[in-house]
């Protein structure tokens, strides 16, 4: 790099950086402020409501794991209404023996989903309808053809239950081909199986009691479906690069030249070096973050 005829801030290689550094930085902050870049979602969210979510009381009692459940999805729609200029699009359906209905169809109406949830919470006959066991591999094969039907969102299952039960391999295989996450909350216990479900298909797994569900739901699940933080570490990333351009002169200059004397050459070639090393390693660095947005925003 030849020697500087002029103030550094005077050259392209300054003023183009910086404008681009400009740039990246205003989209950082109005994505990590204003949530720019959130993906649009559906849920399909199962509830075991198997007779040891209510066993010793009635269905649906008070102060059960099933009460603490339904208490935990209306906390969901009531934030997902509340909180999203474009909610989630969820539809629930409980779990036993058998897979059952809680609302018709996904949907993203607050009124609609409360409306028929409690319908269904109120047939006198879903107890049997649904049964007494615990049905995982079902449940989740349930959700993945509910959800496979949906297009242009983010596919989450989320699943409550209290039960250790097998997951059938296939299953699991099925819903990665369909890309759906599988998301579990275990009540009162560890399930290697449904951890691992989680894991295979990129969900989240969490275990703890049941007074917890509604913490759960609200501020890791909620929060986790909606988040656009591969945007956020994607303009970091960019606003990096474009910093690192930026440094190129002054580095040149008063580091590599001004402190360590050392030749105008070797200065030039290892301040673009700089450059080009952060070029090339922050995309890799956000790959295993996050991914990037432009393959997948979910």
Avoid: H
């Amino acid at each position: 790099m030849s020697k500087f005829r002029r103030s550094f801030w005077l050259y392209p290689l300054f003023q183009i950086p910086l404008i681009v550094f400009g740039v990246c930085l205003v989209a950082t902050v109005l994505c990590s402020l204003l949530g720019l870049g959130r993906p649009s979602v559906a849920v399909a969210i199962a509830l075991d409501m198997s007779n040891s979510t209510y066993e010793g009381k009635s269905f649906n009692a008070p102060d059960t794991v099933m009460a603490q459940e339904v208490a935990a999805v209306r906390s969901y729609i009531e934030q997902n209404s509340q909180q999203l200029k474009s909610p989630n699009n969820i539809q629930i359906f409980g779990f036993g023996d058998r897979v059952i209905p809680l609302t018709n169809s996904f949907t993203s109406d607050r009124q609609k989903l409360e409306a028929e949830l409690n319908l269904a919470l109120a047939n006198p006959n879903l107890s049997s309808q649904i049964g007494t066991e615990t049905n995982l591999s079902q449940s989740i094969d349930q959700g993945t053809k509910l959800l496979s039907n949906i297009q242009d969102r983010c596919r989450e299952l989320l699943l409550v239950t209290d039960g250790v039960a097998e997951v059938i391999p296939s299953v699991l295989t099925q819903a990665v081909a369909q890309k759906v996450k599988i998301n579990a909350v275990v009540v009162g216990a560890n399930a290697p199986q449904i951890k691992s479900a989680t894991d295979i298909t990129n969900g989240i797994y969490l275990s703890g009691e049941s007074n917890n569900l509604q913490i759960f739901f609200k501020d890791i699940f909620f929060t986790s479906f909606n988040s656009n933080v591969k945007w956020v570490y994607f303009w970091r990333g960019c606003t990096w690069i474009a910093l690192m351009w930026l440094i190129i002169l002054p580095l040149d200059k008063w580091v590599f030249q001004g402190l360590i004397n050392l030749p105008m050459n070797l200065s030039g070639q290892l301040a673009l070096g700089n450059a080009l090393f952060w070029t090339v390693v922050t995309p890799l660095i956000l790959w295993q973050l996050s991914g990037l947005p432009f393959f997948s925003n979910c």
